[in-house]
């Protein structure tokens, strides 16, 4: 029966992690996964998620029935205020659905699958490049003609903006546009608020449909408002629109699946409706969510005092980005290592698209032991003050040689 299944291909971040794990040699980095490290580099659970997790064990009212379908709606309603602020219309007048979902990646699955059968749409433009899963995961819910607009100009190692705004005028009415709504992944490059005007403008005009991917809410800038500011500004524009939120980065709750898929529409009328589609979605795919991430996340977020503590740690991992981009950015200039490495403190969230080419990129592998993606784009958490140093120096190799 399985004699003739091929083996799929690998799936390079996870391969990368594999290599890094049976490395033996004694100054390996792995800049390669998506996670965040600490100074010390190891994982990291949130103070408040660590007291929070306490406060759910011993409450004697939680018990592990099935949870709704569509997920605790404590969870769901403060997920959507989160993402689309205390004041939005959107949640006032009905007119927001939110969703439990199995963190960011099943938001989007339930998303596409609800566009691409529900809504027939067939078409999805992503940024060149993105997180590599939105193919597999728009292509495996029916949709059939994926895209790219173009978005890194790796000369200027900045946004081709003038070429992204060309390619979704050229965009056939209907299409998916998917956005990150901030902290780009994998460039770190964000547009400006001035820019995203100018988008919705295009998306307006073109009767393109946004899919928003907020998977570092408040992890990218430490404020959660302003990294919300993409999709409350569509909100505010009139616009109708997916996003997919993940609790993966911003809580630490990698393992947890806790997400939130949001659907904004125009008219209230369509809350029922659409919300019916979704439990029906969920309801064949996989039933019912899990409860123990939804559990932390609302119980933070509808607790002051939690709150405040999730606001601290999300500054604390924010900030330590922020210093590691300082510390590279020395380190190369101290060097003089040829080129211009201005982007690696211009770029925000976890990521930074070094530039890097896939020579170099093996050359840090092979010789140095640094592993990071054959893009070129670095983990910034995987960066320390014991081994900043190593890594510059490996960069400058690579470049020179
Ligand atoms: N979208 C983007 C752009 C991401 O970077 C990630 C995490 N790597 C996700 C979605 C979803 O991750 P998760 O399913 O772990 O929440």
Sequence with gaps: VFANVEEGAKIEVFALTASYNNDPFKDKVNLSVGAYRTADGKPWVLPVVKTTEMKVAADPTLNHEYIPVTGIEAFTKASTVLLLGEDSKAIKENRAVGVQALSGTGALKIGAEFLARKLGRSVVYFSDPTWENHFKVFRGSGFTTIKEYRYWDPVTRAIN????????NNAPEDSVIVLHACAHNPTGCDPSEDQWKQIADVMEKKKLFPFFDSAYQGFASGDPIRDAFAVRYFESRG????CAQSYAKNFGLYSERIGNLVVVQKESSTSAAVASQLTLIVRATYSTPPAYGARIVSTVLNTPELREDWMNCIRTMSGRIHQMRQALFKELTDLKTPGTWNHI???I???SYTGLNEQQVKLLIEEYHIYL????RINMCGLNENNVAYVAQAIHKAVTT
């Design 161 to 168: 903006f003038d070429g992204w705004m060309e390619d979704l």
């Design 239 to 242: 616009f109708e629109f997916l």
């Design 349 to 351: 969230g976890m990521f």
């Design 373 to 376: 993606l054959s893009s070129g």
């Design 345 to 347: 403190v211009d770029q």
